[in-house]
């Protein structure tokens, strides 16, 4: 006989940014598989909506520029009235792989704005309805890139280390309330984000990894949720390496 899918979600409320396609995209359509209202956030608007038909009526799109209290605001208010808040996968970033010798000021600037700006705002917003739903779990992405120096990516590189060091400290912060945060240090996923990388660039840096392949959405997912679930009720300021064993 058929094992009943999970429902270990139901009944929780979480917003993703950056959910409209990639790691987010995955993770929503895993949620609400497992039971979960899912907000999915993002500035593809297009991508965004025909992803929310497709999971059907557990899942609402909503325009989400992470950099915009407003914005957030909105987030909120939505989530609020689907029935609070009990998770938060700050998910969103850009990348522009350049050295320290030719990015320009209104790169970093962006990287700054989106990856690192929009973590912590996504944190602030969501932690008093987290407290109200009697605790939550956030989950930051950063990156391997947070975790050593990684070619042509002073700013993302930056920004990264710098939601890395966000979790630890909101995890201090936030514990007495009952919301856990860690973050995710994906190594080569097959993401459109690598569509930032030459072909050349990208088999050279999976030849980086042990395990000699990228990883994939799915596993991340699977991470994730796992973080958000109650399976990891006492890891609070994790950091958490899926990456074929690149930063061993």
Sequence with gaps: MAQSPSRRFEGRVVIITGGARGQGACEAKALVAEGATVIIGDVLDKDGAALAAALGPAAHYLRLDVTSEEDWARAIALAQSKGGLHGLINNAAIYIPKPVRTATKAEFTAHMMVNQLGTF?????????????????????????????????????????????????????????????????????????????????????MQLVPLKRNGTVDEVAKLVLFLLSDD??????????????ITL
């Design 121 to 205: 705002l996504g944190m602030q917003f969501a932690a008093p309805l987290m407290e109200k739903a009697g605790g939550g779990s956030i989950v930051n992405i950063s990156s391997t890139a947070g975790l050593k120096g990684s070619p042509r990516a002073i700013a993302y590189c930056a920004t990264k280390w710098a939601v890395r060091g966000m979790t630890k400290a909101a995890a201090v912060d936030l514990a007495s309330i009952k919301v856990r945060v860690n973050s995710v240090h994906p190594g080569p996923i097959d993401t459109p984000m690598l569509d930032a990388l030459t072909q050349e660039q990208r088999q050279q840096r």
């Design 232 to 245: 990891s009720a006492f890891i609070t300021g994790a950091e958490v390496s899926i990456d074929g064993g």
